[in-house]
């Protein structure tokens, strides 16, 4: 089954500035790699995520790169601000359904 | 907007009991998952369902599980024996299409514990 790895597990940047969290997924079947926010006590809310057939996708300051080749992809966060604070979580999917990373505590600091 | 909606949002319940999780999906969503995360820990996928009847299920998912969609609305979890490492927050999720091809909605959860 497809094993997804993410890191850090927890990232703290200053307001103002980008964060860059990573994953690496080992199934190359997987075609579906979506980025989850989860916020304390709620469910995970999608915020981007990419097909396989595009290498970058961008909306406002998130964006999503992937490199099919090397089997990971990463979330960059700009300009952070501080509701920007919480845990994300990569996936990947394919005909199985959705794995998740571990998640990172993203913490930006005022 | 329209969204997913899980009941209850705690439960507490001793070990060996029945407990059932219950989920109103997004109305015109065919596809529903549940997943569990332990306090801390990554989410995990434990069952998909389509067509009324189980699509995929992982290893978690085991006899002690049951889903069913009783009527046009609800889609339930049912741990028939809890144990104490059934902790944990359930979610349930819809989508329009399969999840490799459609986004996923989640719910805000259940948290369950068991004593």
């Known amino acids: 089954g497809e094993n997804v790895e993410q890191h850090p597990s927890t990232l703290s940047v200053q307001e103002g500035d980008s964060a860059v969290i990573k994953c690496t997924y080992s199934d190359s079947a997987s075609n579906y790699f979506p980025w989850y926010k989860q916020e304390l006590g709620k469910g995970p809310q999608l915020i981007i995520d990419?097909?396989?057939?595009?290498g970058e996708k961008k909306d406002q300051r998130i964006a999503v790169t992937l490199n099919k080749t090397a089997k990971h992809f990463s979330l960059h966060i700009t300009e952070t601000q501080p509701e920007d604070s919480a845990v994300y979580f990569c996936?990947?999917?394919?005909?199985?359904?959705?794995?998740f990373g571990k998640g990172t505590h993203l913490i930006i600091q005022p | 907007e329209p969204e997913v909606t899980q009941t209850p949002s705690h439960q507490v319940t001793q070990m060996g009991q029945e407990v059932i999780l219950r989920c109103v999906p997004i109305s015109n969503h065919l596809y529903f998952y549940w997943y569990r995360q332990i306090l801390g820990q990554k989410v995990e996928f434990l069952v998909s369902f389509y067509n009324n009847e189980i699509s995929e299920k992982s290893e978690i998912f085991d006899d002690q599980f049951s889903v069913e969609r009783p009527d046009g609305s609800n889609f339930t979890l049912k741990i028939r024996s809890t144990k104490l490492e059934d902790s944990a927050m359930y979610f349930c999720?819809?989508?329009?299409?399969?999840?490799?091809?459609?986004?996923?909605?989640f719910g805000e959860g259940s948290r369950l514990t068991v004593l």
């Open positions: 999720a819809s989508s329009v299409r399969p999840t490799n091809t459609g986004e996923l909605f």
């Open positions: 990419i097909r396989s057939n595009v």
């Open positions: 996936a990947a999917g394919g005909a199985d359904g959705l794995t």
